[in-house]
């Protein structure tokens, strides 16, 4: 949820400083902005790791329900930190008038690499397979995105 905030936050910054083609403000905005969410997703990913019994407990589960949610969830907190800077990658791109750009990272995202990874590794692996689906798709979302993010800063403030 955090995340969200920061999210809402940062875009008018973005925004306003794109506008104003203000190129050192808008480049500081961003790493802060990528540090920050990149700490927050983080932090989550440890409480899940190491908090895993304490947030399942929450809501007094049966010892087989435990057992599965225990790993399932430490295998999604891996995307947590993935899902930090697709955020973020998102908000640039909005900033930058970018809205398609946006919407196809976040239908990679959640639809076009997370089904088909979900399907062959659940044949593959299982239920722990289609956890891990979650991780991989974010990760080869960023490995894709931070490069035309990348690019289309440099053109929107023709930074060579």
Do not use: H
Not at 53 to 81: H, K, W
Not at 96 to 117: A, D, E, N
């Amino acid at each position: 949820m955090p995340i969200f905030g920061l999210n809402q936050g940062s875009l008018p910054i973005l925004s306003y400083n794109f506008g104003s083609q203000d190129v050192d403000r808008y480049r500081r905005t961003v790493k802060l902005y990528l540090a920050t969410a990149v700490g927050i997703m983080a932090a989550g990913t440890a409480l899940f790791m190491f908090g895993t019994d304490f947030l399942l407990g929450m809501f007094n589960p049966s010892e087989s329900l435990l057992e599965v949610a225990r790993l399932s969830l430490r295998i999604i907190s891996i995307s947590f930190v993935f899902v930090g800077v697709s955020i973020a990658m998102n908000t640039v791109f909005q900033s930058l008038g970018k809205g398609v750009s946006s919407m196809i990272m976040t239908l990679l995202r959640q639809l076009i690499f997370l089904i088909p990874f979900a399907y062959i590794f659940g044949k593959i692996w299982g239920t722990n397979g289609v956890w891990a689906a979650y991780p991989v798709a974010e990760l080869f979302v960023v490995l894709i995105y931070v490069p035309i993010c990348y690019k289309t800063f440099k053109k929107a403030f023709n930074v060579k």
